[in-house]
């Protein structure tokens, strides 16, 4: 059982372009979060999903950042205009439930974004 | 703000010692509780999760205590090994909320 795969591992944009990053869950889970990581700091939330749904997204920036989670496919993270504030580690988690169901969360290793 | 920290953003020790690595929250209403290991270059890893109707929980070398009248949570790591170094990361979850993450501790073994 393949654990949590994201893709690219590293990725380098220039200032105004796209970045789209992409999460393929664990099998059998349903559930995945997104979360950014800045350089000696914890991981910071910014979105929830579930399969076509978006559950919580109350820590993703207004602009320019936006996510899916399509009935078939991997999780897409996209981010327009980027800006060298957006350089940072994306990590994927998923899990089998919710959140509700206090239940671990296994993360993918993350992408690093740099923006140039 | 957040509401998960640590006290300590790096700690040393030796190979063969026990290591404990402090957290302290300050939402009474978490009732979940994991430590995450964080190797450079790599995702979290999953080391060990505690509720709140609990006060200690034991794992392979790791015992996670959880103090809910001081809102406290620590882990203990027995028997330290060269391996064991990595950022470590309490999270706490409330229900119906997000996963959130302290700062982290950087954890060094010397041999």
């Known amino acids: 059982n393949a654990g949590v795969m994201q893709n690219p591992r590293h990725l380098v944009r220039r200032r105004g372009q796209e970045a789209r990053l992409r999460c393929s869950p664990m099998?059998?889970?349903?559930?995945v979060y997104w979360y950014r990581q800045l350089p000696e700091e914890g991981l910071k939330f910014m979105v929830y999903?579930?399969?076509?749904?978006?559950?919580?997204e109350s820590g993703m920036p207004k602009e320019r950042f936006s996510a899916e989670f399509p009935k078939e496919g991997p999780s897409i993270l996209r981010i327009q205009q980027v800006v060298r504030g957006d350089s940072a580690a994306y990590f994927c988690?998923?899990?089998?439930?919710?959140?509700?169901?206090?239940?671990?969360?296994?993360f993918g290793q993350g992408t690093r974004l740099t923006v140039v | 703000g957040e509401s998960v920290g640590l006290h300590l953003p790096t700690l040393s020790v030796q190979e063969g010692d026990n290591s404990i690595i402090n957290c302290a929250y300050s939402?009474?209403?978490?009732?979940?509780f994991i430590w995450y290991k964080q190797e450079s270059g790599k995702g979290p890893q999953f080391i060990i999760d505690?509720?709140?109707?609990?006060d200690k929980r034991q794992g392979q070398r790791v015992t996670v205590l959880l103090n809910k009248t001081v809102k406290h949570l620590s882990l203990q790591i027995a028997a330290t090994q060269p391996g064991d170094s990595a950022v470590y990361f309490c999270?706490?979850?409330?229900?119906?909320?997000?996963?959130?993450f302290g700062k982290g501790t950087t954890l060094s073994v010397s041999s």
């Open positions: 999903l579930q399969k076509e749904n978006i559950i919580d």
């Open positions: 988690a998923s899990s089998p439930t919710g959140r509700n169901s206090d239940t671990e969360a296994f």
């Open positions: 999270a706490e979850n409330q229900a119906g909320t997000a996963l959130i």
């Open positions: 505690i509720r709140s109707n609990m």
């Open positions: 099998k059998g889970h349903s559930h």
């Open positions: 939402n009474s209403a978490s009732d979940y």
